[in-house]
T-cell receptor, first 114, second 113 residues
Framework: DSGVTQTPKHLITATGQRVTLRCSPRSGDLSVYWYQQSLDQGLQFLIQYYNGEERAKGNILERFSAQQFPDLHSELNLSSLELGDSALYFC?????????????FGPGTRLTVT | GENVEQHPSTLSVQEGDSAVIKCTYSDSASNYFPWYKQELGKRPQLIIDIRSNVGEKKDQRIAVTLNKTAKHFSLHITETQPEDSAVYFCAASRSGGYQKVTFGTGTKLQVIP
């Protein structure tokens, strides 16, 4: 157990809908990262927050947005969902915000868009 | 931005043999190179990392080497065991400022008993 929690574990929704994925980092970690992993694909970095502020941005679609709250938990919002958004979404956390720290991954949220 | 290439995409070895996975990176300023192992259906977990001030690091059966001049780094697993079967990801990043971590595309390692 990495100490990072993600909810829900599974999510099934229809095209055009909007969903929110939640992540709670390890105690003491200030950074939260979001990744998308499609079937048999690598880890695509989406976005990073550090202590409430956006720190780095990757290949995140305009339909996706995220935020980190004062208690450091983070939410990833996915809207106008398409079939291609079906994937495993991982959240990770680290102590620092430089990108050069070990990242601890949560168990992931499996999103299925039908 | 940083680009990380990883080879091979799949690798099968006999139990007890060694396995080597190679990655190249494009940003000469990258200075942190972690390796993550992802077992089927599970989360990625860090197995070893190396920073640019050293050329090699070992942890039991696992070692990583770094060649800054050539901008490549490799993961070496000796005396492979069936439980080493997983997907391995390399990554590169640099400390300081707003830097993201760039992952390689992954190597699926199968250790045949």
């Amino acid at each position: 157990d990495s100490g990072v929690t993600q909810t829900p574990k599974h999510l099934i929704t229809a095209t055009g809908q909007r969903v929110t994925l939640r992540c709670s980092p390890r105690s003491g970690d200030l950074s939260v990262y979001w990744y998308q992993q499609s079937l048999d694909q690598g880890l695509q970095f989406l976005i990073q927050y550090y202590n409430g502020e956006e720190r780095a941005k990757g290949n995140i679609l305009e339909r996706f947005s995220a935020q980190q709250f004062p208690d450091l938990h983070s939410e990833l919002n996915l809207s106008s969902l398409e079939l291609g958004d079906s994937a495993l979404y991982f959240c990770a956390s680290s102590v620092g915000g430089t990108g050069a720290d070990e990242q601890y991954f949560g168990p992931g949220t499996r999103l299925t868009v039908t | 931005g940083e680009n990380v290439e990883q080879h091979p995409s799949t690798l099968s070895v006999q139990e007890g043999d060694s396995a080597v996975i190679k990655c190249t990176y494009s940003d000469s300023a990258s200075n942190y190179f972690p390796w993550y192992k992802q077992e089927l259906g599970k989360r990625p977990q860090l197995i070893i990392d190396i920073r640019s001030n050293v050329g090699e690091k070992k942890d039991q059966r696992i070692a990583v080497t770094l060649n800054k001049t050539a901008k490549h780094f490799s993961l070496h697993i000796t005396e492979t065991q069936p439980e080493d079967s997983a997907v391995y990801f390399c990554a590169a990043s640099r400390s300081g400022g707003y830097q993201k971590v760039t992952f390689g595309t992954g190597t699926k390692l199968q250790v045949i008993p």
